[in-house]
């Protein structure tokens, strides 16, 4: 009897599994269920060509990503950590127990450059909302005692940060004029809005402040008549309000007046001490 030869054996062996392992993967993608196609309601985009375009960016390269869409979610993965972005027919959201910073700034770039922006574009308004400089609609960030909270609006684009006038000490300024920002002891105060409102004789000044986590500084609000002359002014100081976890401070502060001094409020001014 001839002596068999045991590497033919091995080697017929390893491409019977080999055949086999192939025919298994075969059946197994044909029966898995393919991957739904999600619309936006009222666009051109889907929860398919957003994470599409997420996985082109250099962070998804880098950061070995890789994403799937069910119904109603992208599953991003980058190394391992998996980030569920929901969505609810408007927004897509994401909670979770870490930082998620940098996925869900490439992946509202992506959002936005599907909207028609270049690309990363966005960025750079990105870094200037996680970092507190202002307030977005349509974008929200909240840490809860590190519990993490993502929103994007995703029907129509966002606005994006335009560099704009800043000013670092007190000055004078029309009741219209609020298109600038204001720097002063390490703070930034931006979105700022003015209303002088006749139904009750008040002035009313809403804005945001970011730059530091602690906003233990006081915040003064100065009126003016046409020529300068100081009328009226008010100081608040901003630990009296909650950021509720936002990367800035939303505040608002109201000046009440007599009818006269009312009508005679044509400027006005801000500091903070």
Known sequence: ???????IIMIVVILVILIATIIFLIIYRNNKEPEPLVGVPDTALTLNSIRDKFLT???????????SVTTDAIIITCHNQE?????NGYE?????ATNSNDVFKYLVNAIEELHGYEENEYLATMDKFLAGGFAITGLSYRNDSNNYRYS???????????????INNETIKDLTATDYQFSSLGYTINNIEIVKDDFINSVILTAIIGGNDDYNVNFTLNLYDSSNNLLTSRTINLNEYNDYGNPYLGFDIMIELDEETFNAVAKYSIRLS
Do not use: H
């Not at 009897?1 to 590497?7: A, L, W, Y």
């Open 1 to 7: 009897m001839k002596k068999v030869n045991i590497n």
């Open 57 to 67: 960016s250099d962070y998804a390269s880098t950061n070995n990503c890789r994403g």
């Open 83 to 87: 980030y569920n972005f929901v969505f």
């Open 92 to 96: 897509l959201v994401l909670e979770s």
């Open 152 to 166: 994007v609006y995703i029907l129509e684009p966002l606005d994006k940060y335009l560099d704009k006038e800043s």
